[in-house]
């Protein structure tokens, strides 16, 4: 077995863990009254996020490993997915923000290596 497919299998699977874990965990914490729902909504609302990380990393990660320019604008593609979905909990929303902050970042890169 290729190396490379043990350690994207290793990090989606870890990825994937944490965005399941940590809303559970912070919700604990946070002892929130307002929030009506339990952790079976708390679970079932971060599914979202996860899977979008998750398809996010599986599908950059080989792409990267060949152009390596283009860790920058993911990184911020899942820091502005991340964020966005903390404060807006709109995975819409969250998605769209990722890729348009990706491609500008993208952009703008590509336009200081020319010059």
Same mark, same amino acid.
């Given at each position: 077995m290729n190396n490379q497919v043990l350690l994207l299998g290793v +990090? !989606?699977?870890v990825a994937n863990f944490l965005f399941r874990y940590l809303p559970l965990r912070l919700h604990a914490r946070k002892n929130a009254? &307002?929030?009506k729902r339990g952790t079976i909504g708390l679970l079932l609302? #971060?599914?979202g996020i996860a899977s979008i990380c998750a398809l996010l990393v599986v599908s950059s990660l080989p792409d990267? +490993? !060949?152009h390596?320019?283009? +860790?920058v604008p993911t990184l911020v593609g *899942?820091?502005?997915l991340s964020i966005t979905f903390y404060f807006t909990r709109s995975i819409v *929303? #969250? %998605? =769209? =923000? #990722?890729?348009l902050g990706y491609g500008v970042t993208w952009k703008l890169l590509m336009m200081a &290596? &020319? %010059?």
């Open positions: +990090l !989606v699977g009254p &307002a929030m609302d #971060s599914i990267i +490993l !060949v390596h320019d283009r +860790l *899942f820091g502005l *929303f #969250s %998605t =769209l =923000l #990722s890729a &290596a &020319a %010059t």
